[in-house]
């Protein structure tokens, strides 16, 4: 029999993960955020302490729990408000760039041409 991790390997989507552990959802919640919810319920994976000496049914358990978060965090918000990857928890989106570095990078490609 294969274990939980060894299938949990096989799944590459939200859809596949949400479907997987029976959690019911909005499809377009999950168009819109597959990554980000993705993202976040690893996220929350990765904080969860004392799984280690947990059972297969155990673990499919507080996995499913994790996954229901990561999903309810995106259907009662949005990835700017959530801000799990680094371009939206770093000046709301916004970048700056030094006008100097942009007429050295023309320079350069000026020289270059």
Not at 26 to 31: G, K, M
Not at 34 to 53: D, M, S
Not at 103 to 108: D, F, K, M, V, Y
Request: aromatic share 12%; glycine share 6%; net charge positive.
């Amino acid at each position: 029999m294969q274990t939980l991790l060894n299938r949990l390997k096989a799944l590459s989507s939200a859809e596949d993960f949400l479907n997987f552990f029976g959690v019911p959802f909005d499809e377009r919640v999950v168009q819109v955020n597959r990554l980000h919810i993705l993202k976040r319920y690893f996220q929350y994976l990765n904080r969860t302490e004392g799984v280690e000496g947990l059972g297969e049914v155990e673990l499919f358990a507080r996995y499913r729990e994790l996954l229901m978060q990561a999903y309810e965090d995106f259907v009662h918000s949005n990835a700017q408000r959530e801000k799990v990857f680094k371009v939206f928890q770093t000046g709301d989106g916004q970048q700056h760039v030094q006008l100097s570095s942009l007429r050295e990078s023309l320079a350069g490609r000026r020289r270059a041409a």
